[in-house]
């Protein structure tokens, strides 16, 4: 293995490993710090190879670190494995649950975990033949749905001395990303009032509902008084159980997303003067819990124009004609909205845009752009040069976080997209060895964005991950 050419051969040739993975952690879909077994099997992957694990990082029982090496560069990849609640479905092309209300794997983390995985072995195996210096890492980073594990393990300095970080996430078309995505804080809104009989002595209760729903209100006024990047989500998880008690209590579960994390914080504290001013006006309280939160991604342009120039050197992804057929009876199931979504903020081509699957290298056309999701890959990139790369893994219609993404995670479509990333990510990770300039110049610029506005984690000190026990260990 002495050549770049040889990863890719090898990744070939083992192949049957990596989407065995894949579909084992799709079967087996788990929900935000309770990866159990994908984390146990990736770990246990890792280790018989040879790699160093340490379990436990930031203190959550699904996160783990595995090291092959030593010396400089230090080069990571970072995987994920959880899934989301309510999406579970089979691996065909019209809505069906395998178990309804069950999670399944609707933005592919069963493929984006294995894809880094193997990235990093394909990039051990390549140092350890060539006898060359360098450390690769491969970080098991549980609940970036929504619990932000990345912060915590980077909070308790995980990534500190890191050289470069790739990842990379399903998607519709093969790119590099240059864009940003948006800062995060999630919050649980608690009232607690007073219940009473709702017909026969509703002067005596005060509603715990009532409250919630005024906040409601009040934040949706907000909408048009806040700078066009934020966004406002919002659940109600407890409402009351029978209309004629009324309700003691209530609870609410919010999303507040901005790109620049003063704008953020300026925002957030408007919520929660909203939800006090509700608690005032319905003679209730309100407890404010922060769960978790992320940081804006800092894409680093030069990895994004290196992984670019491997993608134009590989060729994109042959699709079959039978895999195009299964894409386009998913895609009948959606509307045309994200097509315009594809051609308007990725620069598709019109007519590339309304194929099933995309398979094209496409450039890099996000610069400067801030995509409305949010990610803790977005804490990652300041701690290092990163870059996300996407691949061609969905049905070109299909709606993210949804039953059609899931269809496709556990067929060939989804696996050429991640075996395809692996390539590019382990390849771009030998480039960094035997171009050591373009890894200084991938620093420089990183240094050059901190420098200028410095990290801040998010998540207050005195707030903890979740614990479990992890019962495979």
């Not at 890191?162 to 590099?176: E, G």
């Not at 009324?246 to 300026?266: C, G, K, M």
């Not at 094209?360 to 300041?382: A, E, N, Q």
């Not at 240094?447 to 990290?455: F, Q, S």
Request: proline share 5%; aromatic share 10%.
């Amino acid at each position: 293995m002495r050549a770049k050419q040889d990863i890719v051969d090898w990744l070939d040739e083992h192949q049957i490993r990596f989407t065995t993975m894949a579909d084992e952690i799709w079967d087996n879909p788990e929900l935000q710090f309770l990866e159990f077994k994908a984390s146990k099997l990736q770990a246990d992957f890792l280790e018989s190879e040879g790699f160093r694990v340490t379990w436990d990082i930031g203190g959550l029982s699904t996160a783990f670190a595995a090291e092959w090496g030593a010396g400089k560069p230090v080069i990571a990849f970072a995987g994920e494995y959880d899934a989301l609640p309510g999406l579970s479905q089979k691996d065909q092309h019209s809505p069906d649950p395998i178990s309804a209300g069950d999670p399944g794997h609707g933005c592919g983390h069963n493929l984006l975990g294995t894809g880094c995985l193997a990235a990093a072995l394909a990039f051990k195996e390549w140092l350890e033949s060539t006898g060359r210096a360098g450390a690769v890492r491969y970080y098991g980073c549980p609940a970036e749905e929504g619990g932000s594990g990345k912060v915590f393990m980077g909070r308790a300095g995980a990534f500190d001395d890191l050289d470069a970080t790739f990842n990379w996430h399903p998607w519709y078309i093969n790119t590099a990303m240059k864009g940003s995505m948006l800062s995060v804080n999630r919050y649980y809104f608690r009232f607690k009032g007073k219940s009473a009989h709702a017909a026969a002595d509703p002067h005596s209760g005060r509603s715990a509902l009532d409250a919630l729903e005024l906040m409601n209100i009040g934040v949706n006024y907000l909408r048009e008084h806040v700078t066009d990047d934020v966004r406002l989500h919002y659940v109600i998880l407890s409402g009351g159980l029978a209309p004629n008690v009324v309700p003691d209590y209530a609870e609410s579960y919010y999303y507040v997303r901005a790109h620049d994390p003063q704008n953020l914080d300026d925002v957030c504290q408007r919520v929660i003067r909203i939800a006090e001013g509700a608690a005032m006006m319905t003679d209730t309280e309100v407890e404010i819990v922060y769960k978790s939160g992320s940081t804006r991604v800092l894409s680093n342009e030069v990895l994004a124009d290196l992984q670019t120039d491997v993608m134009r050197a590989l060729g994109g992804i042959d699709f079959s004609d039978e895999e195009r057929a299964y894409a386009a009876r998913i895609n009948a199931h959606f509307g045309d909205a994200n097509v315009k979504t594809l051609v308007d903020r990725y620069g598709v081509d019109p007519q590339a845009a309304n194929q099933a699957l995309i398979g094209d290298v496409l450039p890099s056309r996000d610069k400067g752009d801030v995509s409305p999701g949010s990610t803790d890959m977005g804490d990652m990139s300041w701690h290092a040069p990163c870059s996300m790369l996407q691949t061609a893994t969905w049905a070109s219609r299909a709606a993210a976080h949804s039953w059609g993404v899931v269809a496709t995670g556990r067929t060939s479509i989804g696996h050429k997209g991640m075996m395809y990333a692996a390539k590019v990510m382990a390849l771009s990770a030998a480039e960094l060895v035997l171009s050591p300039e373009k890894l200084a110049a991938a620093q420089a610029e990183f240094k050059a964005v901190v420098a200028e506005t410095p990290y801040k984690c998010p998540i207050p000190d005195d707030v903890q991950g979740p614990r479990h026990e992890h019962p495979l260990r």
